[in-house]
């Protein structure tokens, strides 16, 4: 008998469930349903996180007039609208085939930069699951505006999987995982196991897919920080049949995808709430090269003493960056005191640390070139 994963969110791109068209692919909407009650049955834990609401709304709509007049914002949120009860639709009615509940969350980002917000939203969640009920999450981008939306939804699906301690997250695009080289190049190979510590860069390229805002840069980036939080990342082929399970099964994959495997020292809930913040950091505390490199060895709090300069204007308790001499972002964490206080403070010795160990987050991915920190 197969073994799976306890709990696992899943995040289904916009190339996997939209036709060259752009309108809803549902028989293969149908078919993942299919697997994802396959795993329900076998008693996994399962939060989905689908993109497709504003390329089913844009398939819908299409041709009607005056559409080619609206801003870029208004036609996301006019899309969204329309596809959004598409797809949810859709969902409940292939799930109530097999006899299960899904329920709709719209999230923000809004959701997350606040911590009790955060907070009732995963109590939310983690009352669906306890009563059985499949979450499927999306942006709201009815509400959404270009400083206030997530990068895309590999972004909200990292935030997701850490919010509700996910022993894995499985990333589905149109194509096997991340390759050396271009996919379609026969030249190219799958890249299959990345650990921690490596550094897929310079295999990544700059192209987005044709309907999601994301691209490969955007997984690697996510899936990097989501794997150093201990949770187990796979991207792999939402096209190929029976992928979900195969990719959900404990062990070594028998499918083609790419493996980012999960660090064993994986932190507190609240840091790795602090560790998807960034994109919600009010300011920033440059440190020197001895306090930087003081942090990336780890267990150590950001001392006035260390920090050269502070930018920005944040209040105690708001979520900052905490940046090398060179400007370089190297961790996130809970000030103790405001922006005007942090700068009569900094280079003074014996004062409380303006960051705490227990409310800071390393990025364990960054690597420092010998020189860096002495730039």
């Keep these: ?77 006019l899309f969204s609208a329309v596809g959004q009860a598409k797809l949810i639709n859709r969902y409940y009615d292939f799930f109530r085939e097999h006899g299960i509940h899904c329920g709709q969350v719209l ?12 907070l009732n939203q995963k109590n939310c969640m983690d009352a669906m699951l306890r ?38 997250l499985i990333i589905l695009s149109n194509i096997d995982g991340l390759f050396t080289g271009n996919p379609s190049d026969p030249a190219s190979q799958l890249i299959e196991r990345l650990e921690t510590a490596d550094d897929p860069t310079c295999f990544i390229s700059s192209a987005k897919s044709s309907l999601g805002r994301g691209g490969m840069g955007s997984k690697c980036r996510i899936a990097r920080r989501v794997a150093a939080e201990g949770i187990e990342v796979v ?15 404990v062990g070594e994959p028998s499918v083609p995808c790419t493996v980012f495997v999960a660090s064993e020292a994986a932190p507190s809930g609240l840091k790795k709430w602090i560790a998807h913040s960034d994109s919600f950091a009010k300011g920033s505390l440059y440190v020197n090269a001895g306090a930087a ?29 905490v940046r090398a001499p060179d400007g370089h972002v190297i961790a ?30 390393v990025d364990e991915t960054i690597k420092f ?7």
């Design 1 to 77: 008998m197969t073994e799976y994963s306890k709990r696992i969110v899943v995040k289904i791109g916009s190339n996997v469930l939209t036709r060259a068209d752009g309108m809803l692919d549902v028989t293969r909407l149908s078919s993942l349903v299919d697997q994802l009650a396959e795993l329900r049955r076998a008693g996994v834990e399962l939060v989905v996180v689908s993109s497709g609401a504003v390329a089913s709304g844009r398939g819908e709509l299409r041709g009607l007039d005056g559409l080619g007049r609206l801003d870029q914002v208004s036609a996301r949120q």
């Design 107 to 118: 999230a923000t980002k809004e959701n997350f930069a606040e911590r009790r917000h955060y």
């Design 131 to 168: 009563h059985g009920v499949v979450p499927i999450v999306n942006e709201n981008d009815t509400v959404s505006i270009t400083e206030l939306m997530f990068t895309d939804n590999d972004e909200l699906s990292g935030l997701i999987a850490a919010m509700m301690n996910a022993d894995k």
């Design 235 to 249: 991207l792999g082929n939402g096209k190929r049949d029976g992928i979900i399970p195969a990719l959900a099964a």
């Design 293 to 321: 490199e003081a942090l990336m060895r780890g267990g150590a709090s950001v001392l006035p003493l260390g920090v050269e300069r502070v930018e920005g204007d944040f209040e105690a308790e708001d979520i900052v960056t």
């Design 332 to 361: 996130w964490g809970r000030v103790t005191a405001g922006a005007t206080d942090a700068c009569a403070l900094a280079g003074q010795s014996g004062a409380k640390p303006l960051i705490h160990a227990d409310f800071l987050y």
């Design 369 to 375: 070139r010998d020189n860096e920190l002495d730039n």
